[in-house]
């Protein structure tokens, strides 16, 4: 090998390392507790980093078609991993060293990735997910870099997610071509069904013979359309061969990196997904802008230009959305703030003052509350400025009640169990994450908080975030919480949700307020309380239970009217401090509560 062919080898080995490196920065999967590890492709470079992070007196093992340079602390053999005799060999080093499994078994790329074809990779893919199969001890690893040329490897997806607990498909920051996948907690089953680990079943490969057609969308079409994600789910790529398309390629928020994520849409995953959507909200605002402002150069005088309807009014500066919370987690015989669905599956939305407003936070371990801080739709319509720090995603508003309300220390438990919160939720994956995973073909509910403030407009932001929702996420949920949006925008979901879902099975909580009945109820013995909107036929049947036992707490089925609510619970309509959160008015503008869903849902503020 001359001294240029060294040169790229001992660079492509640096690459491999770093990737390596920027994988296990995220999953750690290589540390002190790792005590074995199989790398399926030594000649990657991956063999000498594993060395470097694993146990001391650890065991790595390489495997590979082609001679590897010596590594102080690892063996390297040279086989063909899809041989028995592979097998047999990895088997007598295990057995000399000591170990019945890996803790990690990995393959960072393929000994001849230049000539093998395509079937070849999948095939050899393939072997490789049956010998981690073999050899991994139970909760361990498998890490893999995915081979180009698949047209579809969700089956593969389907196959590993049967045989781990969590699989995950990544580029790491290190890469922008290449596509990983990390499996991890392997579940180590006593049997395997060996039709799932076929390599036909396993990749949807386009033959060289067959011209498949491909769905190619101008990046045009995508910018401008109202409905950018179901762009995205029948696109495989995004073009800028056409005129239309000529000032969005030229533009310089167009860099060399969207242009290559456009180009392949099929390997996008969660992070460019995320900087696709921004790049085409911060293109296409800064086009309307240069297109108004030529329009008013050409229309000068014209006065009707300066009258702009209310929903485009919105649209152009829709405020940041915060925490939704989600929970199937069940406590018995306490009160707590959260949310608890009691042994049925429900998908619970609630916005951040029913999440903040407390004295009282409970510890990380005794409830499981994840909590998403996200903008409302990826930046589709609005100002969206994606964080990843916890802090900016909380609502200033509720975290001026925290501070007014609460002890330092307080405030700082609460801060601590958000980014607790919200780390677990980007481990096992949030909205971005079911968004763009309903792109790939997966059945995720994508859920949408409906929260909006009256002080920004928060009344007619309602109905425009519905209108901008195409996608059903409001009609997969079973409950939605509008906040403190003003009665238009209540009224709007209650006709709304009503039309997607059937009033009993759609529960609506309209205001904090309403709650507040549910919290006294509770502290005086009676059961879990909530009030869910009923339709008005239902109404004077149910009222007709007398009133002293709709208010026990212990009837399955209840209803009150505001007014008698107000004259037994009195002094809670009277505090001061509702009222400065809430509208005065919110009492006298609704006209009933609903049925009482016993022991399904709590919901304690």
């Known amino acids: 090998m001359g001294k240029r062919g060294r040169d790229e080898s001992i660079q492509a080995k640096v690459r491999a390392a770093v990737t390596l490196n920027s994988l296990n920065s995220e999953f750690r999967f290589l540390g002190k507790d790792t005590k074995s590890v199989l790398d399926l492709c030594a000649g990657s470079g991956w063999m000498q980093l594993a060395v470097a992070r694993i146990s001391k007196?650890?065991?790595?093992?390489?495997?590979?078609?082609?001679?590897?340079?010596?590594?102080?602390?690892?063996?390297?053999?040279?086989?063909?991993?899809?041989?028995?005799?592979?097998?047999?060999?990895?088997?007598?080093?295990m057995t000399e060293n000591g170990f019945t499994g890996f803790d990690v078994v990995m393959r960072g790329g393929l000994s001849s990735d230049s000539c093998a074809t395509t079937w070849d990779q999948a095939s050899l893919l393939t072997k490789s997910i049956k010998l981690a199969t073999k050899f991994l001890s139970p909760d361990g690893t498998f890490v893999t870099k995915m081979f180009d040329g698949a047209e579809d490897y969700n089956p593969m997806l389907y196959c590993l997610e049967q045989l781990f607990c969590r699989v995950v498909v990544t580029k790491p920051t290190s890469t922008s071509t290449k596509t990983y996948i990390?499996?991890?907690?392997?579940?180590?089953?006593e049997k395997i069904n060996p039709r799932l680990l076929v390599t036909r079943n396993l990749f949807s490969i386009k033959e060289e013979e067959e011209e498949e057609e491909k769905v190619v969308v101008l990046a045009s079409d995508f910018v401008w359309s109202e409905t950018p994600l179901e762009v995205l789910e029948k696109a495989c790529s995004l073009s800028f061969a056409d005129d239309d398309c000529l000032s969005l390629k030229d533009h310089s928020l167009t860099t060399k990196r969207i242009k290559r994520i456009c180009k392949d849409l099929r390997v996008l995953n969660k992070r460019r997904f995320?900087?696709?959507?921004?790049?085409?909200?911060?293109?296409?605002?800064?086009?309307?802008?240069?297109?108004?402002?030529?329009?008013?150069?050409?229309?000068?005088?014209?006065?009707d230009d300066d009258e702009i309807p209310d929903e485009m009014e919105y649209s152009e500066d829709i405020p940041k959305m915060y925490f939704s919370a989600e929970t199937s987690t069940r406590i018995h015989?306490?009160?707590?703030?959260?949310?608890?669905?009691?042994?049925?599956?429900?998908?619970?939305?609630?916005?951040?003052?029913?999440?903040?407003?407390?004295?009282?936070?409970?510890?990380?371990?005794?409830?499981?509350?994840?909590?998403?801080?996200?903008?409302?739709?990826?930046?589709?319509?609005?100002?969206?400025?994606?964080?990843?720090?916890?802090?900016?995603?909380?609502?200033?508003?509720?975290?001026?009640?925290?501070?007014?309300?609460?002890?330092?220390?307080?405030?700082?438990?609460?801060?601590?169990?958000?980014?607790?919160?919200?780390?677990?939720?980007?481990?096992?994956?949030?909205?971005?994450?079911?968004?763009?995973?309903?792109?790939?073909?997966?059945?995720?509910?994508?859920?949408?908080?409906?929260?909006?403030?009256?002080?920004?407009?928060?009344?007619?932001?309602?109905?425009?975030?519905?209108?901008?929702?195409?996608?059903?996420?409001?009609?997969?949920?079973?409950?939605?919480?509008?906040?403190?949006?003003?009665?238009?925008?209540?009224?709007?979901?209650?006709?709304?949700?009503g039309k997607c879902n059937s009033v009993d099975n759609t529960i609506v909580i309209m205001q904090k307020a309403y709650l507040k009945a549910a919290r006294y109820d509770c502290k005086t013995g009676g059961n879990f309380t909530i009030f869910v909107i009923t339709p008005e036929e239902d109404l004077e049947a149910l009222r007709r239970t007398p009133l002293d036992q709709r208010m026990t707490g212990n009837i399955d089925e209840r209803v009150a009217t505001l007014s008698e609510l107000k004259e037994l619970y009195e002094d809670d309509f009277n505090d001061r401090s509702m009222e400065q959160t809430y509208a005065a008015d919110i009492w006298g503008k609704k006209e009933s509560l609903g049925r009482f869903i016993n022991s399904e849902l709590l919901l304690l503020m």
């Open 274 to 303: 995320m900087h696709l959507m921004k790049w085409r909200l911060h293109v296409r605002e800064a086009l309307s802008h240069a297109q108004n402002a030529d329009a008013k150069d050409g229309n000068k005088g014209n006065d």
């Open 57 to 93: 007196g650890g065991f790595v093992l390489g495997v590979d078609l082609h001679p590897v340079t010596p590594i102080l602390g690892a063996i390297s053999i040279q086989e063909d991993i899809a041989t028995r005799e592979c097998r047999d060999t990895i088997e007598k080093h």
């Open 333 to 497: 015989g306490t009160t707590v703030m959260g949310v608890v669905v009691d042994d049925i599956d429900r998908g619970i939305l609630i916005g951040t003052d029913g999440l903040l407003t407390g004295s009282k936070f409970r510890k990380e371990g005794d409830i499981k509350l994840k909590v998403i801080g996200y903008d409302m739709l990826c930046g589709m319509a609005g100002d969206y400025k994606f964080t990843e720090k916890v802090h900016q995603h909380i609502d200033r508003e509720v975290w001026g009640k925290i501070n007014a309300n609460q002890s330092r220390p307080s405030v700082r438990k609460c801060a601590h169990m958000l980014k607790s919160f919200y780390s677990d939720m980007l481990a096992e994956g949030n909205e971005f994450d079911q968004m763009w995973l309903k792109i790939q073909g997966k059945k995720r509910h994508a859920f949408l908080t409906l929260a909006g403030y009256e002080d920004i407009g928060g009344d007619k932001l309602i109905p425009h975030l519905w209108s901008a929702t195409k996608l059903g996420a409001i009609r997969e949920s079973k409950c939605c919480y509008s906040g403190s949006g003003g009665s238009y925008a209540e009224v709007f979901l209650k006709e709304n949700i």
């Open 182 to 189: 990390v499996a991890l907690n392997y579940k180590a089953p």
